[in-house]
């Protein structure tokens, strides 16, 4: 494991492997302003910019590491997720944007007698979102850490990739339908050179499925310019007309690795469903959002309209 020794040079960070040690650490913060990165390690730039990014706006930056079971169905890739503590620690010292990272054990996040989960009404919009469909209980696994997580950190400002958009939603409401502290930043989602959005699941891909997996921003950015194109010129496009137009681009693809699991279109703040809604595309922010797989590993990726 990465050496504690490490953490007397004063340009490095803080790391607090236990929740009772964590929050005798939060308790001297005081009044100070906290950002907070959460994570499950495998760091890669996106991670980096949400720091740098929490780093700019407050006083404090704390990021955890934390692979979560909860969030994990039976058939994904728990087991195999990589662990990567110590390159982990390396590129946040490295990027001097971490003051302290909190990394519990499993045992401490969820003890043998846990039985309290957070979990969203069945009446609630992910009922109809594709993501929801896909993975069921995933989001139930992710309100109920980042629940346990703001109340361990007590964060002023918690930052979040655009790239998991539902995910962004989720957390949202969760601390809206909560009452909790955290104000909520949603980072625009950082991308490799030909347009992939950098993910921890990237590392799975063999060179043949690299060179695929761009066509999922592809198709996703054609839509979104023809839609500033037309709204330019006054033309309306009805939403069903976004998704068909992504879902016939990336069902050309004959790959044998390759399959297009889902093409959708929503609200970026209530997560309402538009997919086939005939009437335009309404006042504010819509998410187009696509997911992939190439040999087995899931992709997913989105852009803003508005």
């Known amino acids: 494991m990465y050496s504690c020794l490490k953490q007397n040079n004063k340009d490095t960070m803080k790391i607090v492997k236990s929740i009772s040690e964590f929050r005798v650490l939060r308790s001297a913060l005081k009044n100070s302003s906290v950002g907070f990165v ?3 390690g495998a760091l890669h730039e996106g991670h980096l910019t949400l720091m740098r990014q929490a780093k700019a706006q407050t006083e404090v930056t704390i990021a955890s590491l934390f692979v979560n079971p909860t969030q ?3 058939n994904e890739d728990f087991s195999r997720y990589p662990r990567t503590f110590d390159s982990d620690c390396d590129k946040m010292i490295q990027s001097k944007s971490v003051d302290i990272l909190f990394a519990p054990e499993p045992t401490d996040m969820y003890a043998s007698d846990f039985c309290t989960s957070v979990v969203f009404d069945q009446g609630c919009f992910l009922k109809d979102q594709p ?5 069921p209980g995933f989001f139930n696994g992710v309100a109920t850490v980042v629940t346990k997580l703001f109340n361990i950190v007590k964060p002023t400002d918690a930052f979040f990739g655009q790239k998991d958009a539902i995910q962004c939603i989720v957390v949202r409401k969760l601390v809206n339908d909560l009452n909790m502290d955290p104000i909520v930043h949603i980072v625009p989602t950082v991308r490799e050179p030909d347009g992939l959005a950098m993910s921890s699941r990237n590392r799975y891909l063999s060179e043949e499925d690299r060179l695929v997996a761009p066509v999922m921003y592809q198709a996703l950015l054609k839509a ?6 037309s709204k330019s010129v006054g033309k309306e496009i009805r939403c069903k007309d976004l998704v068909d ?3 016939n681009d990336l069902s050309q693809h ?3 690795n390759y399959s297009l699991e889902y093409v959708s279109l929503c609200c970026a703040h209530s997560g309402k469903i538009l997919d086939n809604s005939l009437d335009p595309l309404p006042p ?3 998410v187009l959002s696509a997911v992939i797989k190439l040999s087995g590993t899931r992709l997913l990726d989105n852009v803003v309209l508005n």
């Open 38 to 40: 959460p994570t499950m």
């Open 72 to 74: 994990f169905g039976p």
């Open 131 to 135: 993501e929801a469909k896909q993975r």
């Open 224 to 229: 979104q310019s023809y839609y500033v194109e």
């Open 245 to 247: 137009m992504v879902r």
């Open 254 to 256: 004959k790959n044998p």
């Open 284 to 286: 504010g922010d819509s």
